[in-house]
T-cell receptor, first 116, second 111 residues
Framework: GAVVSQHPSWVICKSGTSVKIECRSL??????MFWYRQFPKQSLMLMAT?????????EQGVEKDKFLINHASLTLSTLTVTSAHPEDSSFYIC????????????FGPGTRLTVL | GDSVTQMEGPVTLSEEAFLTINCTYT??????LFWYVQYPGEGLQLLLK?????DKGSNKGFEATYRKETTSFHLEKGSVQVSDSAVYFC??????????FGKGTSLLVTP
């Protein structure tokens, strides 16, 4: 149980285009989902927290107009990187919390974004 | 603010050696503590957790005890295997909020 999927697992796009990443909780309802960014050989940096049906809460320094987050249902959250640039290339990871356990987060496998 | 400090890697051990990865934290209140593992090319997996002082989390031969007096949550395993090679992250969650991660410790186990 407690499986979180992400799609796509990797994506390459041209500079200036937008990319959407999906995060789904497959066997539980996720009241809260989190989006992290991980740079090579570094830790995860929280980007934003999203609660189903409400606007995402962004961490300081994260551009909300660039990283659009939608959490339209209890099983799906999306991150859209708008007008992507090479410096946005990174590993994006989502996690979900719910299913009666408020402490534990379950992580998706991550999405590798490369912007050319 | 809350923070997690874990030992710098990489850590290289021979198979069947004893493993300790140190983790200390700074937090207000009573956070929950976690160890996550990230195998090469994969996402993070929850390894074990503890939610209150003196709790011991354990899984797959790994153990960690929540020590409030020393604000620590050190990860241990009595006999590591090659398949344990991965990056290990210590993390805390306060009041059910987002996880606050340490920088990660890379472990390489050689045959």
């Amino acid at each position: 149980g407690a499986v979180v999927s992400q799609h796509p697992s990797w994506v390459i796009c041209k500079s200036g285009t937008s990319v959407k990443i999906e995060c789904r909780s497959l066997d539980f309802q996720a009241t809260t989902m989190f989006w992290y960014r991980q740079f090579p050989k570094q830790s995860l940096m929280l980007m934003a927290t999203s609660n189903e049906g409400s606007k995402a809460t962004y961490e300081q320094g994260v551009e909300k107009d660039k990283f659009l987050i939608n959490h339209a249902s209890l099983t799906l959250s999306t991150l859209t990187v708008t007008s992507a640039h090479p410096e946005d290339s990174s590993f994006y990871i989502c996690s979900a919390r719910g299913g009666g356990n408020t402490d534990t987060q379950y992580f998706g496998p991550g999405t590798r974004l490369t912007v050319l | 603010g809350d923070s997690v400090t874990q030992m710098e890697g990489p850590v290289t051990l021979s198979e069947e050696a004893f493993l300790t990865i140190n983790c200390t934290y700074t937090a207000t209140g009573y956070p929950s503590l976690f160890w996550y593992v990230q195998y090469p090319g994969e996402g993070l997996q929850l390894l074990l957790k503890a939610t209150k002082a003196d709790d011991k989390g354990s899984n797959k031969g790994f153990e960690a005890t929540y020590r409030k007096e020393t604000t620590s949550f050190h990860l241990e395993k009595g006999s590591v295997q090659v398949s344990d090679s991965a990056v290990y992250f210590c993390a805390l969650s306060n009041s059910g909020y987002a996880l606050n991660f340490g920088k990660g410790t890379s472990l390489l186990v050689t045959p």
